[in-house]
């Protein structure tokens, strides 16, 4: 080993050579960009030609830019870009029907401009390195006008969701103009807006491309994420944090599975006992300002809270405070064992759904969740996995049927499962002042029964496919007239990819589901497959699903995301190409949920970032 007294004259040489050394090292790399053929190309910045910043070449290079999801209609960005500091981007004017819809717009400008500056180091946002061309970029301006036509200011399944967004650069101002129907289409379009904005590691400033315009809408209605919150508990924050990712990706409902038969942590103000006697711990339950601040939070962000009450399964845990109060047991089966014979996984239970007072509690639960979630558009009744061996052992259900002369045959339960749900399905609508609105019911056997539009009103029903995606039951539903949402888990199961939580070795949902997988299901594809018929208007959109067996705070990001984001290119664009025309946008993508707080998975390594087509097999 050389001894320490060898290094200064090799030092000085490195000076005097003009390399850096570590006297006079700077935040510099010798490598830069070019662009050549739609990708991103490093070579070594030797001043012979001009080489741009990574995010400057990934912001003008593919015809795709780095928008994610891409846009359906027109997408023209421009091949230069101009700098500009943080503090010269300003929302310059806001036209809109309604005082609501210009306040919404200015809370939507807010937090796009917090999103603009997570792209900057943390350097308190001033610039790093402006050389010659300071005076340039501190006059250089960046105005935003927003134009909305319509007042709406709730999603709806029918609210439009459309934007168009111009930039053009003239001196030293870009102007972004912004045109949309509703509220919810310009949030959007400041989302693209806020994808067209990088941090020039070379210039140490914000820089936006020079000129785009932009028309797009989303091929589906509803793009759904299904989180559950009882089989563990996740912070407000942590809700905050998925809401804001979902938001990034233009997805638009956050399915609050909100509660199961393992606990039930949502105070109602009518029914305290229910989070008392079913809540982890005090400090584990959703309040109702907590609620309500949620539902709100999302709606900024262009995302509808859609809450889940599941019923008559999925119950158990926070009901057993009923028969001490004269009620009887509204719950059965809870927390009994064998678990395997009265249910699909630990706990057990389900609603007594012949005891009168079941419905008085029911009727409460739905009020307060109508108050706490309005305005509803939809209600989420959950329907799955009703075990009939625990009705079947459940004394009063067996004599209610002998004494009626039914039997205890599997279509004596069923019958009493349909007239549960045409009761819960009214108590609803009696909650919502009378208006009806379309509930949404997991596939199961009451839905795949040959008679089912007998027991369900596919006007009033919406049935979300928990299913394979070659499964007959698609096409069956589909030719009785119902709407569906895709869910099949073969695909946008997000839980699976782990042993079973209650065995030992594999299960049925070993397989993880890779963002592949996801990004390639394809809802049109599946349906002209099984009836040689796209059925769009019956496909309403789709949902992944992270029921949370085995997830809790510290992985909810990276079960989350980038997979989430697959899901959203998929149900936005409803795009003909694979997965592979989009793996080097969404590791971009990745890059910037990373920079926005959200822990994402890993794609690739870092270096396939920076070398882009260099990782494909």
Wanted: net charge neutral.
């Amino acid at each position: 080993m050389a001894s320490s007294r060898g290094w200064f004259p090799l030092l000085a040489c490195l000076a005097v050579a003009g390399l850096p050394s570590s006297a006079n090292f700077r935040e510099a790399s010798p490598w830069g960009w070019r662009c050549v053929n739609e990708t991103c190309i490093r070579e070594e910045d030797t001043g012979q030609r001009s080489l741009a910043g990574l995010s400057s070449c990934k912001l003008t290079c593919n015809r795709d830019s780095v928008l994610w999801p891409r846009p359906t209609g027109l997408l023209r960005v421009g091949q230069q870009t101009v700098h500009f500091l943080a503090e010269a981007l300003t929302l310059r004017g806001v036209a809109g029907p309604t005082d609501e819809v210009k306040q919404l717009v200015t809370k939507a400008f807010d937090i796009f401009k917090e999103n603009v500056n997570n792209n900057i180091p943390e350097t308190g946002g001033k610039p790093m390195v402006l050389g010659p061309f300071s005076r340039q970029v501190t006059s250089h301006r960046v105005d935003v006008d927003v134009t909305v036509s319509r007042g709406s200011t709730k999603l709806l399944l029918d609210t439009s969701e459309a934007y168009t967004l111009g930039l053009t650069t003239r001196g030293t101002v870009t102007n972004a103009t912004i045109l949309a129907t509703t509220f919810f289409g310009a949030r959007h379009a400041l989302e693209t807006l806020s994808q067209l904005i990088e941090f020039d590691d070379l210039a140490g400033v914000l820089e936006i491309v020079s000129t785009a315009a932009i028309t797009d809408v989303p091929f589906f209605k509803y793009r759904g994420i299904l989180l559950d919150t009882a089989r563990n508990y996740f912070s407000v924050k942590s809700l905050e944090r998925t809401l804001d990712a979902m938001a990034a990706n233009k997805l638009n409902t956050f399915h609050w599975h909100i509660t199961d038969s393992q606990s039930f942590p949502l105070y109602l103000e009518n029914l305290p006992k229910m989070a008392f006697f079913g809540a982890y711990s005090p400090r584990q339950i959703y309040r109702p300002a907590d609620v309500r601040h949620l539902v709100e939070y999302g709606r900024v962000r262009g995302v509808r809270v859609l809450p889940e009450f599941s019923a008559p399964g999925h119950v158990g845990n926070g009901w057993q405070w009923t028969e001490k109060q004269g009620l009887g047991k509204i719950a059965v089966c809870v927390n009994q064992e064998p678990w395997r014979s009265y249910c699909s996984e630990p706990p057990c239970g389900q609603l007594d759904v012949l005891n009168n007072n079941t419905f008085t509690v029911l009727s409460h639960i739905y009020k307060e969740m109508v108050n706490l979630f309005s305005p509803l558009d939809l209600f989420h009744f959950g329907g799955s996995e009703v075990n009939l061996n625990c009705w079947n052992t459940t004394d009063a259900i067996v004599a209610h049927l002998e004494e009626a002369g039914l039997g205890r045959s599997a279509e004596s339960f069923y019958k009493l499962w349909a007239d549960f749900q045409k009761s819960a399905y009214h108590l609803l609508s009696e909650a919502n002042l009378g208006k009806q609105i379309p509930g949404i019911l997991l596939n199961s056997r009451l839905t795949e029964m040959d008679s089912a539009e007998s027991h369900l009103d596919p006007q009033h029903y919406i049935i979300q496919l928990w299913t394979t995606e070659g499964n007959q039951t698609i096409k069956n539903l589909l030719q009785k007239g119902f709407r569906v949402i895709f869910s099949n888990y073969d695909a946008w199961h997000l839980g699976c990819g782990l042993v079973n939580p209650v065995s030992t070795g594999e299960n049925l949902c070993s397989t993880y589901m890779g963002w592949q997988t996801v990004y390639d299901n394809s809802p049109i594809n599946i349906v002209r497959n099984l009836t040689g018929s796209s059925h769009r208007d019956l496909i309403l959109g789709g949902e992944a699903a992270l029921y949370t067996h085995q997830v809790d705070e510290g992985t909810l990001d990276s079960k989350l995301w980038p997979r989430g984001s697959a899901l959203a290119e998929r149900l936005w664009t409803n795009p003909d190409s694979t997965w592979l025309a989009a793996e080097t946008r969404l590791i971009h993508h990745r890059q910037r949920l990373v920079k926005r707080g959200v822990m994402a998975e890993r794609i690739q390594p870092q270096w396939c970032h920076q070398n882009e087509g260099l990782c494909y097999l």
